[in-house]
């Protein structure tokens, strides 16, 4: 079984600022590691992922994110935040190779929110 | 690029009503998923199907049937819809089970009264 926690329901940074969103995950089998961005009533969309090749993973809009199996943690980074970040960001965790039901795992979510 | 296909986007009922959300993608994916959206609780699994032909429950699945109609489509039916089953529902679909991400629909959001 898997599972996601997300510290932090709301977020708020100032434009340029770094911004960092921690997630942390469990899992019993290696995992496969995600971030969406969801903007007012859209659906997801998929930031990166982490599919155990490289551990630093870029993603779309400048964001990257460490998988660091030791803290068992996959956080999310931006070294300078625009007003266009302001969203709702979900982590997710999806077993490798199989094991009970399918399907990605959601934390439940963080607001970020861009202080002008 | 239409991807994953949902309707309606909006639908209002009355409590013991009944009524299907439609889920089509185009991507030729092997498995299909519905989700429920709710206020601080993330995005919870109600059913999948892995492949044509199967369908299994995830973590939210009572008050719902699905139906696994062909390769591109699955929907998701209430039979007689309840005030906590108002959400926001989202369809996703990926390549096959286990592997890679999941690729979403906008949505469906659902008020029960």
Redesign the interface.
């Known amino acids: 079984a898997q599972s996601v926690t997300q510290l932090g329901s709301h977020v708020s940074v100032s434009e340029g600022a770094l911004v960092l969103l921690r997630c942390n995950y469990s899992s019993s089998v290696p995992p496969y590691l995600f971030w969406y961005v969801q903007y007012p009533n859209q659906g997801l969309q998929l930031l990166l992922k982490y599919t155990s090749a490289a551990t630093l993973v870029k993603g779309i809009n400048g964001f990257e994110a460490e998988f660091k199996k030791s803290e068992t943690s996959f956080h999310l980074t931006k070294p300078s935040a625009h007003m266009s970040d302001a969203a709702e960001y979900f982590c997710a965790v999806s077993a490798q190779g199989g094991g009970g039901a399918d399907g990605l795992t959601f934390g439940k979510g963080t607001h970020l929110i861009i202080q002008p | 690029n239409a991807g994953?296909t949902q309707t309606p986007k909006f639908q209002v009922l009355k409590t013991g009503q009944s009524m299907t959300l439609q889920c089509a993608q185009d991507m030729n994916h092997n498995?299909m998923?519905w989700?429920r959206q709710d206020p601080?609780?993330?995005?919870?699994?109600i059913y999948?199907s892995?492949s044509e032909g199967t369908t299994?429950?995830?973590?939210v699945p009572n008050g719902y049937n699905v139906s696994r109609l062909n390769k591109r489509e699955f929907s998701l039916r209430l039979e007689s819809a309840a005030p906590s089953q108002t959400s926001v529902y989202?369809c996703?679909s990926r390549l096959q089970?286990?592997?890679?991400?999941?690729?979403?629909?906008?949505?469906s959001r659902l008020t029960v009264l």
Do not use: Q
Request: glycine share 20%; proline share 0%.
């Open positions: 994953v498995s998923y989700y601080g609780m993330g995005l919870r699994l999948y892995a299994d429950k995830g973590e989202f996703a089970i286990n592997t890679g991400e999941l690729f979403f629909g906008e949505g």
